[in-house]
T-cell receptor, first 114, second 117 residues
Framework: ETGVTQSPTHLIKTRGQQVTLRCSSQSGHNTVSWYQQALGQGPQFIFQYYREEENGRGNFPPRFSGLQFPNYSSELNVNALELDDSALYLC?????????????FGPGTRLTVL | AQSVTQLGSHVSVSEGALVLLRCNYSSSVPPYLFWYVQYPNQGLQLLLKYTSAATLVKGINGFEAEFKKSETSFHLTKPSAHMSDAAEYFCAVTAPGYGGSQGNLIFGKGTKLSVKP
């Protein structure tokens, strides 16, 4: 069974640019959640996608957007990058019918905004 | 609304000593509680979870946690620390649900565990 994978591992961008991060769900999972983990902090929920629709959103501005594809892989897009967007971005997949909503995390993408 | 407080951003123990990492939660509904571990430059790995069954939960790598409703606590313990336990530990809470924002994890700020030889 393949776990959650994310690409790229590391990324360096400059302020004002746009970035796309990618996530492949664990086999059999149809729900993907994205989290932002700033240095020294716990992960913060950005949004969740279920069956290709946004299904919940945290306290993040609209320049954070996403997509989920029919194979349940997902993208996180961030426009107009700001210095504070520098963080580890974690993707987690889960089975919608799981009563416990246990989420399985990928290794993350480290984004640095200069 | 749910929230998590982890007491102590850094905990240092000697190898073989008891590990105790503290977590208190706030939740308006019966919570589900989780402990995750994060090794340097890696994602999060689930250690254990409480989902309203037994209040004493056993996890991987010899860790366990006890849900105490009266104290709104879910502290993580391990009887004997090993060097390989050095990592950052996150407590998280969510509410029962089938996806959507109710089902998403709210994390504490984390506790970094150091193990001295």
């Amino acid at each position: 069974e393949t776990g959650v994978t994310q690409s790229p591992t590391h990324l360096i961008k400059t302020r004002g640019q746009q970035v796309t991060l990618r996530c492949s769900s664990q086999s059999g999972h149809n729900t993907v959640s994205w989290y932002q983990q700033a240095l020294g902090q716990g992960p913060q929920f950005i949004f969740q996608y279920y069956r290709e629709e946004e299904n919940g959103r945290g306290n993040f501005p609209p320049r954070f957007s996403g997509l989920q594809f029919p194979n349940y892989s997902s993208e996180l897009n961030v426009n107009a990058l700001e210095l504070d967007d520098s963080a580890l971005y974690l993707c987690a997949s889960s089975v919608e019918t799981s009563r416990y909503n246990e989420q399985f995390f990928g290794p993350g993408t480290r984004l640095t905004v200069l | 609304a749910q929230s998590v407080t982890q007491l102590g951003s850094h905990v240092s123990v000697s190898e073989g000593a008891l590990v105790l990492l503290r977590c208190n939660y706030s939740s308006s509904v019966p919570p589900y509680l989780f402990w995750y571990v994060q090794y340097p430059n890696q994602g999060l790995q689930l250690l254990l979870k409480y989902t309203s069954a037994a209040t004493l939960v056993k996890g991987i790598n010899g860790f366990e946690a006890e849900f105490k409703k009266s104290e709104t606590s879910f502290h993580l313990t391990k009887p004997s620390a090993h060097m390989s336990d050095a990592a950052e530990y996150f407590c998280a809470v969510t509410a029962p649900g089938y996806g959507g924002s109710q089902g998403n994890l709210i994390f504490g700020k984390g506790t970094k565990l150091s193990v001295k030889p």
